[in-house]
T-cell receptor
Framework: GAGVSQSPRYKVAKRGQDVALRCDPI?????LFWYQQALGQGPEFLTY????????KSGLPSDRFFAERPEGSVSTLKIQRTQQEDSAVYLC????????????????FGPGTRLTVL | AQSVSQHNHHVILSEAASLELGCNYSYGGTVNLFWYVQYPGQHLQLLLK????DPLVKGIKGFEAEFIKSKFSFNLRKPSVQWSDTAEYFCAVPRGDSNYQLIWGAGTKLIIKP
């Protein structure tokens, strides 16, 4: 497809379950971002990949959150032992160039995964 | 650390009214500034951005924004809104101490009455 896709679109988990959220960026895009968006708030940065390298993971809220992009394309955000405060929309965005060089490239967003933890 | 304020969380206007949405940031260094928009049922998409040059930036669908360095502002404007401008608008700026992180405002929900 032409845009960023994410799956699943909706995920309901019981507290304590592990979840995995997938992001398919635009083909050839170097940069990939994960964001968390709580209800009524703007996106909050979680982590950044340049190809397969995770260059910044300082936004991950706890060690229960883990992200990977092993081949520099598809990325997975994994949340272990989910808690109610993890309920949010998780957004993935990709960008064509190395964002660290200029920080001016457009970020192309996916539709997000809405995670609800009961 | 950088912070971003969008003063209006909800704005309701009639068609043909003029629009100005406020965005203020705290970090005074060189900044790149973004406005993103999310139309109902659609993904976040770039509306316009500033990184150098003319402080008056024009974007898609007749929107423009003016970077005023002395006021740490990047307000979004449109002279005459349409019903199709109903959307949520987000301002974003780089964190300042990170090359990768954007700090986002809380968003402004704009409703245009037909």
């Amino acid at each position: 497809g032409a845009g960023v896709s994410q799956s699943p679109r909706y995920k309901v988990a019981k507290r304590g379950q592990d979840v995995a959220l997938r992001c398919d960026p635009i083909s050839g895009h170097v940069s990939l971002f994960w964001y968390q968006q709580a209800l009524g708030q703007g996106p909050e940065f979680l982590t950044y990949f340049q190809n397969e390298a995770q260059l910044d993971k300082s936004g991950l809220p706890s060690d229960r959150f883990f992200a990977e992009r092993p081949e520099g394309s598809v990325s997975t955000l994994k949340i272990q032992r989910t808690q109610q405060e993890d309920s949010a929309v998780y957004l993935c965005a990709s960008s064509p160039g190395d964002w660290s060089l200029s920080g001016t490239d457009t970020q192309y967003f996916g539709p997000g995964t809405r995670l609800t933890v009961l | 650390a950088q912070s971003v304020s969008q003063h209006n969380h909800h704005v309701i206007l009639s068609e043909a009214a003029s629009l100005e949405l406020g965005c203020n940031y705290s970090y005074g260094g060189t900044v790149n500034l973004f406005w993103y928009v999310q139309y109902p049922g659609q993904h976040l998409q770039l509306l316009l951005k500033y990184f150098s040059g003319d402080p008056l930036v024009k974007g898609i669908k007749g929107f423009e924004a003016e970077f005023i360095k002395s006021k740490f502002s990047f307000n979004l404007r449109k002279p005459s809104v349409q019903w199709s401008d109903t959307a949520e608008y987000f301002c974003a700026v780089p964190r300042g101490d990170s090359n990768y992180q954007l700090i986002w405002g809380a968003g402004t929900k704009l409703i245009i009455k037909p």
